[in-house]
């Protein structure tokens, strides 16, 4: 089974730039890795997905080296709202009908 | 409208009982997914759903069944309830295609305490 790290927590202020980075052995080849967030009672929200290189969206950026083993997402100018838990998302090398969270990364935001 | 919705959101039982959990998306999706989040968390994939194929998180206990009458319903049966089935589980949907799969849409999740 393809095993996914991420930090634990981190803490942020108002208006900085946060990365929180999943490192990601053996991910399936052609596959996307995708970051959700996640509040507190509610399901997890898609926010990004990228293949390689580095993707932008209206809420994120996420960068992938090329040998694909980490995947970073960058929230620019967070702000209290942002406050979640962050979750990558990958396909397993070994089994490529399985997904694979990580282990997730709360993220809080003080003013 | 909720694009996935799941009720019951609490369900308090007693261990040694059968429940059942309804989902149902009216996004049009193709594959319907159910999610298990535990204690500290960790998300985990128990089943997805496509036209009638099955794919099963081989961890995933056979008194785990999913459901599904129709491609906007998937519903989750548990049998004989033990202490450790509690936790929060979601069902989630997407459009077919590998990237559509990993960008699902989740319910609001239904919180299982077995007692």
């Known amino acids: 089974l393809a095993k996914t790290t991420q930090p634990i927590s981190m803490d942020s202020y108002e208006g900085q730039e946060v990365n929180i980075t999943c490192s990601h052995n053996?991910?399936?080849?052609?596959?996307?890795i995708t970051w959700y967030q996640q509040f507190p009672s509610q399901g997890p929200r898609f926010i990004i997905q990228?293949?390689?290189t580095k993707v932008t969206n209206e809420v994120a950026s996420l960068f992938i080296p090329a040998d694909r083993k980490s995947s970073t997402l960058s929230l620019p100018r967070v702000s209290l709202s942002d406050t979640a838990v962050y979750y990558c998302?990958?396909?397993?090398?070994?089994?490529?009908?399985?997904?694979?969270f990580g282990t997730g990364t709360r993220l809080q935001v003080f003013p | 409208d909720t694009a996935v919705s799941q009720t019951p959101k609490y369900l308090v039982t007693q261990m040694g009982n059968d429940k059942s959990i309804k989902c149902e998306q009216n996004?049009?999706?193709?594959?319907m997914y159910w999610y298990k989040q535990d204690s500290k968390k960790f998300l985990k994939i128990m089943f997805s759903?496509?036209?009638?194929?099955?794919?099963i998180n081989e961890t995933v206990p056979n008194r785990f069944s999913p459901k599904s009458p129709d491609k906007a319903h998937l519903n989750l049966h548990i049998n004989s309830l033990e202490l450790g089935d509690s936790a929060v589980y979601f069902c989630?949907?997407?459009?077919?295609?590998?990237?559509?799969?990993?960008?699902?849409?989740f319910g609001q999740g239904t919180r299982l305490t077995v007692v």
């Open positions: 996004l049009g999706h193709d594959t």
């Open positions: 989630a949907s997407s459009q077919k295609g590998r990237a559509r799969q990993m960008e699902a849409f």
């Open positions: 759903y496509n036209n009638k194929e099955l794919i």
């Open positions: 053996n991910i399936a080849t052609n596959d996307y």
């Open positions: 998302l990958v396909g397993d090398g070994y089994n490529t009908d399985k997904l694979i």
């Open positions: 990228g293949y390689k």
